[in-house]
């Protein structure tokens, strides 16, 4: 079953659930309770193991009793493999993108990819509010400054929901204005919003403009935009934490420091539990590092993008995905009784007159 733990419904002689997992420092009850329903749990990350494993409750009873609650069935990671015959590096031209692209004048963008959570910038998970806010901030005035491109929705991908987008951006810009002064000169941020093919995604990817990736997210599972993106070869910058460093290699990518802090209350849901933690990046310091990079955009920094490039196409693919899985259930998944099928021995016609006499 692929779902979140909470919905898990073991209906087979042997059940695995098969999940995402969790993006702050502890799970919930309910998935708790949901993976030990489950022979065996499979997560996308280290960091989800880890949380899982590592969470522990109390459970009371009316009776009076008590019962420690944690994890008590086996967790395996399976981390979410590419498809490295569409998604790789490539020089093709995809003709949407290209049209896309000509509308913008920056030769130089950053490119955020995922989606807007609901909730304030202060709740909003992928944290793109504060995203736009520090670049706007860090390239305020700048002479040919760079673009920061979105693509990104909320819930649905509806024309409501595209001037919703738009709404949040210009609300950060009013923020960002009345602080440098209604003469400042800010950068461009553009809004791809809608549904696009994996061509084109991959085209997105790896459009000459785009020249950098970025996030400031509080969190991940996993991060599935974020391995893609390192298969470009060009800078993939994310915060120090949660499940995408196990796809990024420090020896090669650069990240947004910052710190575990507690999430606030209006974040707080069915899954995200209160007093948990999520990653909180240093603006100041991410601000710097952007203006590093698009200042420094240096032959050292692409090969050592490259580096993780050619990595991750091997150790991150398809394939490889279908080898550690294969792995799993040979470990775990008991040999069931089989149903033979019994073979009778050819009878023969008696004569019943003969036999009497």
Not at 192 to 214: F, T
Request: charge should be neutral; charged fraction near 25%.
């Amino acid at each position: 079953q692929m779902s979140i733990p909470n919905e898990a419904n073991p209906i087979g002689k042997y059940n695995i659930m098969m999940t995402a997992g969790i993006e702050t420092t502890v799970a919930s009850p309910q998935f708790i309770e949901g993976l030990n329903k489950m022979n065996l749990g499979i997560v996308m990350s280290k960091h989800g193991k880890d949380v899982f494993e590592a969470t522990n409750y109390t459970k009371n009873y009316p009776d009076g009793r008590k019962e420690e609650l944690k994890c008590t069935k086996p967790l395996e990671v399976l981390f979410w493999g590419a498809d490295t015959k569409t998604y790789h590096k490539t020089d093709e031209k995809v003709e949407s993108v290209e049209k896309l692209f000509g509308s913008i004048p920056e030769d130089f963008n950053f490119l955020f990819v995922g989606q807007w959570t609901s909730g304030n910038m202060a709740a909003d998970r992928k944290n793109i509010g504060h995203l736009v806010k520090t670049f706007l901030e860090t390239f305020v005035n700048v002479k040919n400054a760079p673009g920061l491109i979105l693509k990104t929705s909320g819930a649905t991908i509806s024309v409501m929901d595209r001037y919703e987008c738009l709404g949040k951006i210009n609300e950060i810009t009013q923020i960002v204005k009345s602080q440098f002064g209604a003469d400042a000169k800010l950068p461009n941020v553009y809004l791809v919003h809608g549904e696009l093919s994996d061509v084109e995604m991959n085209g997105l990817y790896n459009h000459e403009k785009v020249k950098v990736h970025v996030s400031f997210t509080r969190g991940e599972g996993f991060s599935g935009p974020a391995l893609l993106q390192t298969l470009t070869g060009k800078p993939t910058i994310y915060p120090e934490w949660s499940g995408h460093l196990d796809f990024m290699n420090s020896k090669h990518a650069k990240f947004f420091g910052g710190e575990l802090v507690t999430i606030p209350p209006e974040a707080v849901n069915d899954w995200f539990m209160k007093d948990s933690k999520w990653f909180e990046v240093d603006y100041k310091a991410a601000g710097e590092r952007m203006k590093v990079t698009f200042y420094n955009y240096s032959k050292m920094l692409l090969y050592s993008y490259e580096e993780l490039r050619k990595e991750n196409a091997e150790k991150f693919s398809l394939e490889s995905m279908d080898k550690v899985l294969h792995g799993i259930l040979d470990k775990y998944v008991p040999q069931f009784a089989v149903e033979t099928k019994i073979i009778l021995p050819k009878l023969k016609a008696i004569n019943l007159n003969a036999l009497k006499k």
